[in-house]
């Protein structure tokens, strides 16, 4: 049973991770059949035409990114996979790595063909040790099997890709933060201008793409742009990997046509609520992005959809929360989130995370005052669009959309100094964050 | 909640690689152009000597990367998953972000902090277990979750988790 | 060229302007915190938050005009950091709109949010950025009602506090230790709002203690402990001199309450140094407020010396020059020491000898064993030509640095030095025998550690290496095939068999020079004092044009004297066969400017200060008069001191203490500190700067020159200076190369001296041999915590150096048995001495090195050939470092 069009069709199939299964099923073909035969630049304008945009979060047009690498420089290029999967709500890249890494490996030469890389790093997250071993074993037997080192399937070309483990900083899922930490500085992020394809990694012309927009590669290039195509909008081609959580029946990883209905997702594909709960809100693109309420279920699975209610398709990271979870709560988890990730290295971020997690603690626990949500909302104002990166539009944007909506919970914190509902408090008494 | 440096600690005076090690350093240090890129991969591999990283680990990262000792410093304690401080057998990381919050990670972690009798960032006296809340392990569809050192552990409850305990000596 | 537009003003300002410094042009207030002069944008603290557009463009790529007919401004949508932003022609900028001033608050408001209300507590109270932003910008009530996040206080050193709680995380103190100092002491721990500034597990800072951390926090979360809760800024006048602890000439803002300095800070955009101090010029102060400063002059009757006062003083040092010069004529008279005066006391000094007295016996250097000529220092750095900035040294992409340890003897070049390679493209060749801070490998420079004794032979080496890529461009032809002759022996491997520093690393060096369009030979004491030094400069002088460091345009040369008026001496021709603006002594046509000037005829060349202490000791010279020197530590041969005050009927010595050398004297003038009077310098970039008085002389001192006025007068001259602007304006009138100048115009940036064009000599140097003999090489020099006598009486320096310790190697340290802690015994030709060990890697096996200052190394003995060894050995009980 096919669990997706696309990356999921045949990732459960057994022994995939190995060399031999992966061939079988077509793998490597297209580098070979692209590498010094296809010219770069045309493999850039495929996947211009193919609509691919970056999976990771900010849905950049994945060709467009490619063609900023200026042709002419001498410096060295570099690919770089942004397998730092840390977006709460998001679990894709994971499966998509444990079982299926010959494709990222796939997908990161030809995405280097297509700059002029000879040289890649996956960048993991720390805590996927594990994924990194079963990458490392794919390397190796990519090594062996001739298709990395100098001469990549007797095409003449040279690629080497290297895995890097990071060791626990969601801001190194930042490209440039990425960056600083992969060159072996604290992983902070850096000033924009220059972009990281005209200087990036050691000030070379670099390409940060996710993991999965890599995987997307070798069979758009297979295929062909319209091929992928087939799936999606005009705006939002291709599928994407959603991952749910929160209390649905079967929660997981789904991928879907872009476009497809979040309400069918969860009520259909996810099985609906457990436990007799109802939804009150879903978060589609990981917690980074401004909830929405229960009447906005029915939106559609796509960028410009989820930009057209207010929101962002994000990581694609969809969080349901259940009519007995309180927002106030929630708002206060993922703030003390962004204050924990905060890097630190500006003003906005690093004090705002720190006082909009004390407001929402008091008001939580039943000391707040009414100007406290004004001031929360005037707090995140400050914060939005001033920060050095998204990082703190990442903290302020789920207190914006939390007020938008569900104002009515705060207020009831401040009257009532208890919680419309939460579950998670009953369950877990005297818990303190 | 921090990951917890309060410096300066009780550490042996030097350590020196083993030989082992040292051929993994060599070989993180052939990844990278830049000899500094290897910073991480070598603190991960002192990590895995030592079990933490006291401040003798750090000046032997520092010298066989060629940077300052303060900047390994500040590089380190830069990121969670680098112990500061000596940690337990079993290093027990919880998530607690929102996701596995919603599916009751905070009533499993309270029933840890009652069973093994020490708190956040505490280590049984037993140096069998340290206990952790940490942040969003992506196994959001999984939670409650937890990772015991790098091991994955997910769809928890209370008796799962008190049978895994039983198996971690 | 960029036209910008901020808030509403138009300045034209060059490409690669920021933002935040094209307002600065349009005298538009941009708030910063992280942003500083010397540090590569950053953007972090966002305080500098502006809006920003640029003209919208039609269709047609033109700007699409308003209705009011000017460009149409797209404005982006998010505000931008200032001082990140480069300009571009056409931008406008909002500093004050809505949008601005509600980011900017906004941000004021966050940095206030975890910074403690410490005001009253905060020795930043009064010049704090954050005070006054905050005042400028920020609420006047808190809407931040939790508890603060809060970090333990701590010591980082005797010198740094830190109370990590009122940090913003501005990260300039790391920033500037890594980049301009390149000592990364600092690091920041943490992250997020747990970010903590401190040192490798916060253990004591190991660094060279400059307090630049504590100068470029704009908070008080570096504070420095040695003015800890002291006074408050509006306690303070704060005058800007010239700090005098190196040839540098720093400036230096001395903060004074009262009759005491209580701080020296940098002066943040003036001098040649700006922000900048280093431990000396920050700390040194101290003994300036020392109380045990004469505050009486003292004249010697019978066994003892008695007060007495000024007039007393100088009647009786007037009539004993009179007697002797009539009994035994004018030479019988020398005047020793002097690089320490201010140019106008240099210029009076020598025409009171010359024109007053009639001796010829004029020399400001006391150090060297044979000193060089001025005009042979002259010809080395350039000939006269405009000479190298500290600019032009960071901005270099080769720089040499011929046997100096720069931390030690001036470390405002060592800061550009490690600039340079830190932020541009600057790449450094250390030739010493020790491995001295610039030649460790995180300078990724390259170090040739030659034998101790061997300067001369890879001075030769590397010149010959040099020439053998052909002669450069304007390399004067006719000196090239006799200089080329000169140096077949000094091949490279010949040269690496003598001096031990490989062929390849020698013709490298030479080669990286040649190739380089933009270099740096930097040279000081280690060749200036070398026991070979004529003939060590005269090779360094043609290196400097093998390697084009001297063309016939430029100097790419500079030259460190040992004090910070060393330059100053020799202009003011304070050297026997000079006379001030580099006129010969010798050349009685050249003189008679001067006699024309003074009125009388003038003696020709005289004798050096050794030639001097020699005859003193034979009882030729009868009189001394030192200046500010510790003569006999200072001098190599403290034998031939002793005898020379011993023999010598009449000693006079101007002096701030009455130390060892004062108390044989005869009369003591006690004199003003570098702080206390006004006068001129010249620094190592040969740049002519004011000196300004912060407090009146110690009771009973007064400057040189007022006591050389008042001798000169009892002596009959007609001197009728009022201050030190009229002997300035006299060295205007008369000497070479001043003409035309006023204390008005060494303001605000002082004058680069240029001139007297001097023809170079290039003259064949025969190699000398380094000299056999048995024992360890003493090695010596000027270390960043001692430099002198007077760093001694700086409590804060003397606690950070310590006692004078003996260096040696492992090795050695093995070989003799020694571990740090213990004592050893050094024997030299003339004495022993003791001291405790210190083993230090940086040391060559076959040396020992102890640091000039506070060690009385003379007691060892003069050295000879090309320096000077000694027997070590370990010796028995703890000794104190004893007389």
Redesign the interface.
């Known amino acids: 049973m096919s669990r997706g069009p696309f990356l999921f069709k045949d990732i459960d199939t057994p022994g995939l991770t190995g060399i031999d299964v992966y061939k079988k099923g077509g793998g490597y073909e297209t580098v070979a059949a692209t590498l010094g035969k296809t010219p770069a630049d045309q493999v850039i304008e495929i996947v211009k035409a193919s609509g691919l945009r970056g999976r990771g979060g900010a849905g950049f047009p994945t060709g467009l990114k490619w063609s900023f690498v200026p042709k002419a420089s001498p410096k060295?290029r570099y690919i770089v996979c942004n397998a730092d999967?840390?977006?709460?709500?998001?679990?894709k890249?994971?499966e998509l790595m444990e079982k299926n890494p010959h494709l990222l490996i796939e997908g990161m030469i030809l995405a280097g063909y297509a700059i002029g890389s000879n040289?890649g790093y996956i960048y993991l997250?720390?805590?996927?040790?594990?994924i990194q071993r079963i990458v490392d074993k794919a390397i190796a037997e990519a090594r062996s099997a001739g298709i990395l080192g100098n001469d990549v399937m007797g095409t003449g070309y040279k690629f080497q890709v290297?895995t890097?483990?990071?060791?626990?900083?969601?801001?190194c899922g930042e490209e440039t933060a990425l960056l600083s930490?992969?060159?072996?500085?604290?992983?902070q992020p850096r000033?924009k201008p220059p972009f990281p394809a005209v200087e990036g990694l050691?000030a070379c012309p670099t390409v940060v793409n996710n993991t999965e927009t890599l995987m997307a590669v070798p069979a758009i290039l297979k295929n062909g742009a319209a091929w992928h195509r087939q799936w999606g909008t005009e705006k939002s081609a291709g599928t994407k990997v959603l991952?749910?959580?929160?209390?649905v029946k079967r929660?997981?990883?789904y991928e879907v046509p872009l476009g497809y209905s979040m309400k069918q997702l969860i009520e259909v594909d996810c099985g609906g609520m457990r436990d007799g709960l109802k939804v009150k809100a879903i978060?589609p693109g990981g917690?980074s992005v401004p909830l929405l309420p229960a009447a906005d279920l029915d939106t559609a699975l796509d960028y410009e959809s989820m930009n057209a209610k207010g929101t962002f398709l994000g990581s694609g990271?969809v969080?349901v929360?259940?009519n007995q979870?309180c927002i106030v709560d929630?708002l206060w988890?993922?703030t003390?989130?962004y204050?924990?990730?905060?890097?630190?290295?500006?003003?906005?971020c690093?004090?705002?995370?720190?006082?909009m997690a004390?407001?929402l603690e008091?008001l939580e626990n039943g000391h707040g005052k009414a100007?406290d949500i004004d001031?929360l909302a005037d707090v995140a104002?400050?914060?939005l669009?001033?920060?050095?990166c998204a990082l703190g539009d990442a903290a302020a944007m789920p207190v914006q959309g939390a007020l938008k909506h569900f104002r009515d919970e705060f207020e009831y914190h401040v009257t009532h100094k208890a919680c419309l509902a939460n579950r998670?408090?009953s369950?877990?008494?005297?818990?303190r964050? | 909640m921090s990951h917890g440096t309060v410096m300066p600690v009780e550490g042996p005076a030097t350590l020196a690689w083993s030989e082992k090690a040292k051929a993994e350093v060599a070989d993180a240090l052939s990844r990278y152009p830049v000899k500094r890129s290897a910073v991480m991969p070598v603190l991960w591999i002192a990590q895995r000597e030592w079990g933490w990283l006291p401040p003798a680990a750090l000046r032997l990262v520092a010298e066989s990367v060629g940077l300052p000792e303060s900047e390994v410093f500040g590089i380190a304690t830069f990121y969670s998953m680098f112990n500061l401080r000596p940690v337990g057998r079993h290093h027990l990381q919880v998530c607690m972000t929102l996701s596995c919050s919603i599916m009751g990670a905070d009533r499993l972690f309270k029933h840890l902090e009652k069973k093994l009798g020490v708190g956040h960032l505490e280590t049984t006296p037993d140096g069998r277990y340290t206990l952790r809340k940490v942040e969003c392990l992506a196994a959001c569809g999984m939670g409650p979750c937890m990772q015991v050192g790098f091991d994955y552990h997910e769809n928890l409850d209370e008796a799962k988790v008190d049978a895994l305990l039983e198996k971690l000596k | 060229m960029a036209r910008v537009t901020i808030d509403g003003r138009t300045v034209e300002v060059p490409a690669g302007t920021l933002v935040t410094d094209a307002a600065r042009a349009a005298e538009v207030h941009v708030p910063i915190f992280c942003s500083h002069q010397k540090l590569p944008p950053l953007g972090a603290c966002r305080i500098c938050v502006v809006e920003v557009g640029t003209p919208r463009l039609g269709p047609d790529r033109q700007p699409v005009i308003g209705a009011d007919g000017t460009p149409e401004i797209a404005w982006m949508p998010k505000v931008q950091t200032g001082c990140t932003t480069f300009v571009s022609d056409g931008m406008h900028v909002r500093t004050v709109s809505e949008t601005a001033v509600k980011a900017r608050k906004g941000v004021m408001e966050f940095l206030l949010v975890n910074h403690p209300l410490d005001c009253p507590v905060c020795d930043e109270g009064g010049e704090c950025q954050l005070q006054d932003l905050a005042f400028a910008f920020g609420h006047d009530f808190s809407r931040m009602d939790e508890a603060k996040r809060t970090f333990d206080s701590e010591d980082l050193g005797p010198i740094v506090k830190k109370e990590a709680n009122r940090c913003i995380v501005c990260m300039r103190c790391v920033r500037y230790c890594d980049e301009v100092m390149g000592e990364n002491a600092l690091t920041a721990h943490q992250r997020g709002v747990h970010t903590e500034i401190s040192s490798f597990d916060r253990q004591p800072l190991a660094c060279e203690q400059c307090g630049n951390c504590v100068e470029v926090c704009p908070v008080g979360a570096l504070t420095a402990l040695p003015y800890r809760f002291k006074a408050r800024p509006w306690d303070l006048r704060q005058h800007i001199t010239i700090c005098e602890w190196c040839s540098n000439g720093c400036s230096v803002r001395l903060g004074v309450r009262g009759m005491e300095i209580l701080r020296a800070r940098g002066t943040e955009f003036r001098g040649v140094n700006q922000e900048y101090l280093c431990v000396r010029g920050r700390f040194g102060h101290e003994f300036v407020n020392a109380a045990d400063r004469l505050t009486a002059p003292l004249v010697r009757t019978g066994a003892a010396l008695q007060p007495a006062t000024f007039d007393e003083a100088v009647a009786y040092a007037s009539a004993r020059l009179r007697d002797l010069a009539a009994t035994y004529g004018p030479e019988s008279i020398a005047f020793v020491g002097g690089e320490k005066l201010n140019l106008e006391e240099q210029y009076l000094l020598q025409k009171l000898a010359r024109a007053v007295i009639g001796t010829p016996n004029v020399d400001a250097r006391t150090r060297p064993a044979a000193a060089v000529t001025g005009d042979a220092l002259l010809r080395a750095t350039g000939g006269g030509r405009p000479a190298l900035t500290f600019e032009d040294l960071t901005d270099a992409q080769e720089v040499l640095v011929l046997f100096e340890d720069l931390q030690g003897e001036a470390p405002f070049a060592q800061a550009n030095i490690v600039r340079g390679f830190r932020q541009r493209d600057l790449h450094v060749t250390v030739a010493h025998s020790r491995r001295v801070k610039l030649a460790r490998p995180r300078f990724k420079g390259d170090w040739l550690g030659l034998k101790p004794g061997t300067e001369l032979a890879l001075t030769l080496g590397l010149t010959r290496a040099a020439l053998e890529l052909g002669v450069p461009d304007g390399f004067p032809a006719e000196a090239a095939a006799a200089l080329t002759a000169s140096l077949a022996a000094s091949t490279p491997e010949k040269t690496e068999a003598e001096t031990g520093v490989a062929a390849s690393a020698i013709t490298a060096a030479a080669r990286r020079m040649r190739e380089a369009s933009r270099k740096a030979l930097l040279f000081g004491r280690g060749v200036l004092e070398h026991a070979q030094a004529p003939a060590l400069l005269q090779a360094v002088e043609n290196l400097a044009w093998a390697l084009g460091a001297i063309t016939a345009e430029t100097s790419s040369v500079m030259a460190f004297g040992p004090h910070h008026d060393s330059a100053g001496a020799l202009e003011m021709g304070l050297t026997p066969e000079c006379y001030p603006g580099y006129v010969g002594a010798g050349d009685a046509s050249a003189r008679a400017s001067y006699e024309k000037a003074w009125g009388r005829a003038l003696p020709g060349a005289g004798l050096s200060a050794r030639e001097a202490l020699t005859a003193a000791a034979e009882g030729k010279v009868r009189a001394l008069w030192i200046f500010a020197d510790e003569l006999l530590s200072s001098a190599p041969d403290r034998a031939l001191v002793e005898k020379a005050l011993e023999k010598c009927e009449l000693v006079i010595i101007n002096e701030l203490f009455l130390t060892r050398t004062a108390s044989r004297a005869h009369v003591v003038f006690p004199v003003a500190a570098f702080a206390e009077k006004e006068g001129s310098t010249v620094n190592s970039e040969r740049r002519l700067q004011k000196s300004n008085r912060a407090l009146s002389p110690r009771r009973g001192a007064r400057a040189d020159w007022e006591v050389l006025q008042a001798v000169a007068q009892a002596l009959g001259a007609e001197w009728r200076y009022r201050s030190a602007e009229d002997v300035f304006r006299e060295i205007a009138r008369l000497v070479p190369g001043f003409s035309g100048l006023s204390y008005a115009s060494l303001l605000p940036e002082g004058v680069r001296l240029s001139g007297p064009a001097m023809a170079p000599r290039l003259k064949a140097v025969a190699p000398a041999a380094s000299g056999s003999g048995e024992g360890l090489w003493l090695l010596s020099g000027g270390v960043l915590f001692a430099d002198g006598s007077l760093s001694a009486r700086s409590d804060t320096l003397a606690k950070l150096a310590g006692s004078a310790r003996a260096h040696v190697s492992p090795a050695e340290a093995s070989r003799l048995g020694l571990s740090a802690g213990d004592t050893v015994e050094l024997a030299g030709p003339a004495g022993l001495a003791r001291f405790g060990v210190e083993v230090d890697d940086s040391v060559p096996a076959g040396a020992v090195f102890v640091p000039s200052a506070g060690s009385e190394l003379n007691r060892l003995g003069a050295p000879s050939g090309a320096g000077l060894r000694v027997q070590a050995r370990k010796a028995g009980a703890a000794a104190t470092v004893g007389a």
């Not at chain 1, 930490?181 to 992983?187: C, I, M, V, W």
């Not at chain 1, 690093?350 to 006082?355: A, Q, S, V």
């Not at chain 1, 669009?385 to 050095?388: I, L, T, Y």
């Not at chain 1, 369950?427 to 818990?431: L, N, P, S």
């Open positions: 060295a999967e840390s977006e709460p709500g998001t679990f890249d994971r040289l997250r720390g805590e996927f040790e594990y290297h890097h483990l990071g060791a626990g900083a969601y801001i930490s992969l060159e072996g500085f604290r992983g000033l050691y991952s749910v959580s929160g209390p929660p997981g990883n978060i917690s990271g969080i929360i259940d979870t929630a988890n993922i003390r989130f204050e924990h990730e905060s890097c630190g290295k500006c003003t906005p690093r004090e705002g995370t720190y006082w004390e407001v008091r100007e001031l104002d400050n914060i669009g001033k920060s050095f998670r408090r369950q877990a008494e005297g818990v964050a």
